[in-house]
């Protein structure tokens, strides 16, 4: 007999393109590399490994901390990790892949590489918090070390944020987020951000406007910051006579925004910066909107009521129109980034899916075809131990 709910014009459910098995722990951090040609994941134990998105083989595995890991990245030619720890590590990227992973390799694996570590930081992982890097531009001149600022809890107060430059490792901004402070024998002496711990933050340089000469190159630098109880705060460091600040000093609210009853458990921030997305315990996805800097209060934030509770990650198609939630039921839930209309469920994890990354556009090495292929994949990876890879319909009208 038929099944009454399955008719036969209508599509198959979605299975997984492909299914990596790298794993023994419960995997925490996926993420995609910049030219697309290797995923990046890791575990609760410590572990990460690299797995190469031609050959869908391991590449490099080690173990990169002693405790779970919150967040992996690649920079340039090395590889950021931030574990529970109260570590940050800076590697060495492999740079030649080893023959297997080139010709398709063997069943059995030999010894891998371990990229060299470079140096590390100690860091403040006391709230989940992972690293937010804002990669600067290229100095042109040769051999010149690529740099960049890395935002991340502060050292003694979970509720704000540090900003370090790399490979220096030098504090740039100190506590951000801190109230102003008032005399100890007042009655609210203040000094500590009532919004409760930090749990996602993003750092970026808003695009300098055309029109004003004052405007830097790069424009000015924003923190967008979630927080345990629920909201998101927009801050802009607004003394640009000087470089450094503590306390907090210089940043200036533009905007905060309360959509989520409980904690904020993942924020993404679109790539050209124009809007973030969040996701909580409850079922509400926000959006916030980070091209306009004085919105009408009510346009702070616009909270999309789904049918799911639940959620602990998400991530954004590098063409900012879908973005993908996953859930702590195991399924990964797409939507609509302008209406947020849901798009489709896929389904495979039967544990909570911890992490989702969406695949980069942006790799002038491979051919249309594989582009085609490539620029819809997304992977999840879920407390099961793998890591699904879906091949995403282009969803255009």
Same mark, same amino acid.
């Given at each position: 007999?038929?099944?009454?709910?399955?008719?036969?014009?209508?599509?198959?459910?979605?299975?997984?393109?492909?299914?990596?098995?790298?794993?023994?722990?419960?995997?925490?951090?996926?993420?995609?590399?910049?030219?697309?040609?290797?995923?990046?994941? /890791?575990?609760?134990?410590?572990?990460?490994?690299?797995?190469?998105?031609?050959?869908?083989?391991?590449?490099?595995?080690?173990?990169?901390?002693?405790?779970?890991?919150?967040?992996?990245?690649?920079?340039?030619?090395?590889?950021?990790?931030?574990?529970?720890?109260?570590?940050?590590?800076?590697?060495?990227?492999?740079?030649?892949?080893?023959?297997?992973? @080139?010709?398709?390799?063997?069943?059995?694996?030999? %010894?891998?590489?371990?990229?060299?570590?470079?140096?590390?930081?100690?860091?403040?992982?006391?709230?989940?918090?992972?690293?937010?890097?804002?990669?600067?531009?290229?100095?042109?001149?040769?051999?010149?070390?690529?740099?960049?600022?890395?935002?991340?809890?502060?050292?003694?107060?979970?509720?704000?944020?540090?900003?370090?430059?790399?490979?220096?490792?030098?504090?740039?901004?100190?506590?951000?987020?801190?109230?102003?402070? !008032?005399?100890?024998?007042?009655?609210?002496?203040?000094?500590?951000?009532? %919004?409760?711990?930090?749990?996602?933050?993003?750092?970026?340089?808003?695009?300098?406007? /055309?029109?004003?000469?004052?405007?830097?190159?790069?424009?000015?630098?924003?923190?967008?910051?979630?927080?345990?109880?629920?909201?998101?705060?927009?801050?802009?460091?607004?003394?640009?006579?000087?470089?450094?600040?503590?306390?907090?000093?210089?940043?200036?609210?533009?905007?905060?925004?309360?959509?989520?009853?409980?904690?904020?458990?993942?924020?993404?921030?679109?790539?050209?910066?124009?809007?973030?997305?969040?996701? %909580?315990?409850?079922?509400?996805?926000?959006?916030?909107?980070?091209?306009?800097?004085?919105?009408?209060?009510?346009?702070?934030?616009?909270?999309?009521?789904?049918?799911?509770?639940?959620?602990?990650?998400?991530?954004?198609?590098?063409?900012?129109?879908?973005?993908?939630?996953?859930?702590?039921?195991? !399924?990964?839930?797409?939507?609509?980034?302008?209406?947020?209309?849901?798009?489709?469920?896929?389904?495979?994890?039967?544990?909570?899916?911890?992490?989702?990354?969406?695949?980069?556009?942006?790799?002038?090495?491979?051919?249309?075809?594989?582009?085609?292929? @490539?620029?819809?994949?997304?992977?999840?990876?879920?407390?099961?131990?793998?890591?699904?890879?879906?091949?995403?319909?282009?969803?255009?009208?």
């Amino acid at each position: 007999m038929a099944n009454p709910g399955f008719t036969s014009t209508s599509p198959p459910p979605p299975t997984p393109l492909h299914l990596l098995r790298s794993h023994s722990s419960s995997i925490s951090a996926v993420a995609f590399s910049d030219d697309n040609e290797r995923i990046y994941s /890791a575990d609760t134990s410590g572990k990460v490994v690299v797995t190469s998105t031609r050959s869908l083989r391991s590449i490099a595995v080690w173990n990169a901390h002693t405790d779970s890991i919150l967040g992996v990245e690649e920079w340039d030619k090395f590889i950021v990790t931030h574990g529970r720890d109260n570590k940050v590590h800076v590697w060495q990227r492999i740079e030649e892949l080893p023959l297997d992973a @080139r010709i398709g390799g063997s069943a059995g694996l030999p %010894s891998l590489p371990t990229p060299t570590l470079c140096y590390s930081m100690d860091v403040n992982a006391l709230n989940f918090c992972r690293f937010s890097l804002l990669k600067l531009p290229k100095v042109s001149e040769e051999n010149a070390k690529p740099k960049a600022l890395i935002a991340l809890p502060n050292l003694v107060d979970s509720s704000t944020a540090d900003v370090w430059s790399l490979p220096l490792m030098d504090r740039v901004h100190a506590a951000i987020g801190q109230e102003v402070k !008032k005399s100890v024998f007042s009655a609210n002496p203040g000094g500590r951000n009532n %919004s409760g711990i930090m749990m996602s933050v993003h750092l970026y340089h808003q695009k300098a406007d /055309a029109t004003s000469s004052s405007a830097s190159a790069r424009g000015s630098l924003r923190i967008l910051a979630a927080y345990e109880n629920g909201s998101v705060v927009l801050r802009e460091y607004t003394r640009s006579a000087k470089e450094v600040s503590i306390e907090g000093e210089g940043w200036e609210i533009i905007w905060k925004s309360k959509l989520h009853v409980d904690s904020i458990m993942a924020m993404r921030v679109s790539r050209a910066n124009e809007f973030a997305v969040t996701v %909580s315990a409850d079922h509400i996805v926000g959006r916030y909107d980070l091209t306009v800097d004085k919105p009408p209060p009510e346009e702070h934030g616009v909270a999309h009521r789904t049918k799911h509770a639940g959620n602990g990650s998400v991530a954004i198609r590098d063409n900012g129109k879908v973005c993908a939630v996953g859930g702590w039921d195991g !399924k990964v839930r797409l939507y609509s980034t302008k209406s947020f209309k849901p798009l489709g469920t896929l389904k495979y994890h039967k544990s909570a899916c911890q992490c989702v990354d969406a695949h980069d556009d942006e790799d002038d090495e491979m051919t249309s075809e594989e582009k085609a292929e @490539r620029c819809r994949w997304l992977i999840a990876g879920a407390k099961d131990n793998r890591i699904s890879i879906w091949s995403l319909m282009s969803f255009e009208k």
